[in-house]
């Protein structure tokens, strides 16, 4: 007798106030979100959703008085697509036609969709997501309809980029909050593009960033960059983690110049950039393409103060023994609190945080799928149920009266 | 009738949660048959096939038993009174 099919998992939303603290955590097998007093000391956890959906992108939305978390599940069997959801995870929105579709003329399919980016915030209905293959789409709806960037995906290199590991996906979306015009994006492998006028024109950016695997280590592109983080108040100031090598930018990606300085190894995926400082920026360094795990089986976050001069190790809380993590592009975040609290997730399905900008850290879940991108948030435009305030108003009365 | 559709549980929100989805009318291919669902039920064509119009790679369209990549692909002939099962592919990880 065939045994009972289990039924699929169903989950709460997550309860939030205005100012907590919100993690977005996409893996292989669903979504998880994540939400904590600002303390960030103990997170409830709500999920997953689109079981058995691989979410490589995920956004918080809250301009224009919204709370909308976006995501894009990704089944094997039935495609990605966009969904949200306005209620923190209690019912969410699926449109039947997918919002994100390559036009007829194109000749091309949607693989994946890495990346989900609101604009800027005086452009509050913009949004911007990367997909694979390599391509950018945006919406100025409010992510009612999206369109291909026409720019982007004529770009006469694009017939010579090749597809990395993971794919060829357009993974990194960097808006510019003070040029209007200015938006950086990274493929891999192509490496770095950046258009100065709203996305009609676009230009490769990777001076000084090599491509080891080809004869010329030095091409106009190519390169296959994992991730670029940009300061919001420095935009000029960006940090890169290449295939190989790690570099920073002073000129919003014109030059880069090497700052590989002390650490164990220069290659790596995630990248996460401190919200005051742009001198402060966390990597996690792999061994090698050949063996992506953490050096010497030590689990150990690095950063620089000083804008890659030097990088030192942080491990409070890690293991440092038996520990060969992997930890990939999107899976590092940094919120935006004081202090800031950086969090980052593990292939093999750990979520560690630190709510002390790195000096200590702690695993905040482990047996989770997979983790392949976490995204941090603070919570806005909660709305408060005066409904759900009465009863407690009411049990100070009678304590009082007792 | 002249096919009725087989619809496994994951896309049961795309199909008002119906199973089993009969169409009117006389497609000749499995291709006609697809718009035709698509035309009721949008969603199930746009996860069946890709935005280029083939079938999705861990997706199987069988006509009665046969798997219609082993024949025509979405050419595949419909008879009459077909029933056209979409099932996930044994894949994944």
């Known amino acids: 007798m065939p045994a009972r099919k289990l039924e699929t998992p169903a989950s709460a939303p997550l309860s939030l106030r205005n100012g907590d603290a919100i993690l977005l955590v996409g893996t292989m097998k669903g979504l998880f979100l994540l939400g904590s007093r600002p303390n960030r000391r103990r997170w409830s956890m709500a999920g997953p959703f689109f079981p058995g959906s691989s979410v490589y992108g995920a956004a918080f939305d809250a301009r224009a008085g919204r709370k909308r978390i976006w995501a894009s599940p990704s089944s094997m069997h039935w495609g990605a697509e966009l969904a949200w959801t306005d209620d923190f995870g209690k019912t969410w929105e699926r449109p039947e036609t997918p919002l994100v579709r390559f036009p007829e003329a194109s000749g091309a399919a949607l693989k994946n969709i890495w990346q989900i980016m609101p604009g800027r915030a005086s452009e509050p209905d913009t949004l911007y997501c990367g997909v694979e293959p390599s391509a950018l789409f945006e919406s100025h709806d409010a992510g009612a309809t999206w369109r291909l960037n026409q720019g982007l995906w004529g770009h006469p290199h694009r017939e010579k980029w090749q597809p990395g590991g993971g794919g060829l996906c357009l993974h990194t979306i960097l808006v510019d909050p003070s040029r209007s015009g200015r938006i950086t994006v990274a493929i891999s492998t192509a490496g770095v593009y950046r258009s100065d006028d709203g996305g009609k024109t676009w230009q490769a950016r990777n001076r000084g960033v090599r491509a080891e695997y080809f004869p010329d280590p030095n091409p106009e592109f190519g390169q296959c960059v994992h991730k670029v983080v940009q300061h919001r108040a420095k935009p000029g100031r960006l940090f890169l983690q290449n295939h190989w090598g790690l570099y920073r930018s002073d000129d919003g990606g014109d030059s880069w110049k090497d700052i590989a300085n002390g650490v164990p190894s220069d290659f790596g995926f995630c990248m996460g950039i401190h919200p005051q400082d742009p001198d402060t920026a966390y990597i996690v360094p792999l061994h090698s393409d050949m063996f992506r795990c953490t050096p010497d089986g030590k689990l150990r976050v690095y950063r620089t103060q000083n804008a890659g001069a030097s990088w030192k190790p942080l491990t409070r809380g890690l293991p440092q023994k038996d520990a060969l993590e992997t930890v990939i592009r999107d899976a590092m975040a940094v919120d935006a609190f004081d202090p800031a609290g950086i969090f980052f997730g593990t292939r093999s399905g750990k979520l560690y945080g630190s709510r002390d900008e790195g000096r200590s850290w702690q695993l905040l879940h482990e047996g989770l799928p997979p983790i392949v991108c976490v995204k941090a948030a603070t919570a806005e435009n909660v709305r408060v149920h005066a409904r759900a305030a009465r009863p407690r108003r009411r049990a100070t009365k009678a304590r009082r009266a007792a | ?93």
Request: proline share 8%.
């Open chain 2, 1 to 93: 009738m002249a096919v009725c559709f087989l619809i496994p549980g994951p896309l049961l929100a795309f199909s008002g949660g119906r199973a089993a989805v009969s169409l009117d009318g006389s497609p000749q291919t499995v291709a006609e048959a697809l718009d035709a669902l698509g035309a009721v039920h949008p969603g199930l064509r746009e996860r069946i096939l890709t935005e280029r119009g083939d079938v999705r790679p861990h997706v199987n369209v069988f006509v009665a038993e046969t798997n219609i990549r082993d024949v025509a692909g979405l050419a595949t002939r419909v008879p009459d009174g077909s029933e056209i099962a979409i099932l996930p592919a044994v894949s994944g990880g």
